[in-house]
């Protein structure tokens, strides 16, 4: 049955198109740095966003419009996965992303979600061989059920601990049954409210553990997806103990797990913690750890996750920039965890939305692909930091340089060099000239 009957599968029609149901800027063809844009951009449709979420909001139910609405129990759990099939063939979105629950009803036992979960798998199953749909990255969720409010991984309670450790087993026999290419960790309330009821080295050592469970697992039974860690700094949680790449790396270093882990990097959660999005990336790159990325966007003006669709050209570009400096995503990709706002409460605002997301990032991604090519940043950059190219620079950077050879270096320096303008306003003049041209 066609969900989305009245949606033509959407084609690329260029940036002068009028079309709503269009692609401007999205051409999965189209070469660019030596890769197709499908190729680079590898985009995700997030289940909990598109085919589970209804628009409600802490001061309100649910708008949505939904074209399985009527259904109820496994009937709903599989009149999504229609629809979800639905869309990514209109859209031709090549990967999606799940947690547990967003798939399958969990009954009123740990034995009935299993089974709820392997008869939907059953059925996803058939859909990923007929359609080539491929699975970027699974999850449990473990943190909407109740039993959760003090945590998973970094709970209290250690029967909790338990149901935690066999949500995590089956989502990793999920993913290695539907080839997942990468298998998340968001901690959603891996946190704590108050430091004065919590024991935070214990907590922290319990998620090391789990991590490590999780790591042996997936050898056991031969699943080699990479492994992400999401990191947010608050919400639900006051305190969220992946606060932003940098602190995930740390504990993953402390906890010996850098080999198998790398980073799913989310915009909102990027600003939530204070940071650009480009930050973010430029951290975890850095030390060799960018997996993949959620993308949307925060506002401004309400300080909360509000994962819109992501439509912030300079953003994208600058994101755009590092995942090209990084040579790619590799197994990751970019997945929409993003919805609609709650009065765009439409089926067709689903469609609408994603082509946002998209054409956004595939203009980020030929912008930012010119702005590498005639490295606009990178000569600046060299010349920048030319000063340890030679001389006493040479020595720091070569390791020859000692607090005392520098001192004397300093004091015999009657005339040092003059310090240069950094010319940020002229760099972002020019970004702004490569996104307005082609
Ligand atoms: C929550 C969030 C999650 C993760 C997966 O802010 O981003 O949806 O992406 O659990
Ligand atoms: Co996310």
Request: proline share 3%.
């Amino acid at each position: 049955m066609a969900y989305f009957a009245n949606v033509e599968k959407v084609a690329y029609e260029g940036v002068q198109s009028k079309n709503p149901y269009a692609f401007k800027f999205y051409n999965p063809s189209q070469i660019v740095a030596g890769k197709t844009m499908e190729e680079h951009l590898r985009f995700g449709m997030a289940y909990w966003h598109t085919l589970v979420a209804g628009g409600s909001d802490p001061f309100g139910v649910e708008t949505a419009s939904r074209p399985w609405g009527s259904y109820t129990g496994m009937d709903l759990a599989k009149a999504r996965v229609e629809g979800l099939f639905e869309l990514m063939d209109k859209l031709s979105m090549p990967y999606f992303c799940f947690h547990d629950v967003d798939i399958a009803p969990e009954g009123d036992s740990l034995r009935e979600f299993y089974n709820n979960i392997d008869t939907i798998v059953d059925m996803i199953e058939q859909h990923m061989k007929q359609t080539g749909k491929k699975l970027l990255w699974n999850t449990a969720n473990m943190f909407s059920n109740p039993r959760f409010m003090h945590g998973a991984a970094s709970t209290c309670n250690a029967d909790v601990y338990a149901h935690a450790a066999a949500q995590i087993k089956k989502g990793l026999e999920v993913g290695k049954r539907l080839g997942a290419e990468n298998y998340v960790f968001w901690g959603g309330r891996e946190g704590y409210e108050t430091l004065l009821n919590t024991d935070y080295a214990l907590e922290q050592d319990n998620m090391g553990r789990m991590f490590h469970m999780a790591v042996d697992y997936a050898k056991e039974i031969g699943f080699d997806a990479q492994f992400l860690i999401e990191p947010k700094p608050k919400e639900p949680t006051k305190h969220q103990y992946d606060f932003d790449a940098a602190t995930a790396i740390s504990f993953l270093k402390k906890y010996d797990l850098t080999d198998h882990f790398k980073l799913n990097l989310e915009a909102n959660h990027a600003t939530l913690a204070g940071h650009t999005f480009q930050h973010e990336l430029r951290v975890a790159r850095t030390e060799g750890m960018l997996g993949s990325l959620d993308a949307n966007q925060g506002d401004m003006l309400i300080g909360w996750d509000t994962d819109e669709f992501p439509v912030d050209l300079y953003a994208a570009t600058t994101t755009m920039y590092e995942v090209l400096q990084n040579g790619g995503l590799g197994r990751g990709g970019i997945n929409f965890d993003a919805k609609v706002r709650r009065p765009s409460f439409t089926p067709e605002d689903l469609v609408i939305a994603h082509v946002a997301g998209m054409d956004t990032f595939a203009k980020g991604l030929t912008t930012a692909a010119r702005l590498l090519e005639d490295r606009v940043f990178e000569d600046f950059i060299d010349q920048r930091y030319s000063s340890f190219r030679e001389g006493v620079g040479a020595d720091v950077v070569s390791g020859k340089a000692t607090l005392s050879s520098l001192a004397e270096y300093a004091l015999n320096n009657e005339q040092p060099r003059q310090n240069e303008s950094g010319r940020e306003e002229l760099l972002k003049a020019t970004l702004n000239q490569y996104l307005v041209t082609e």
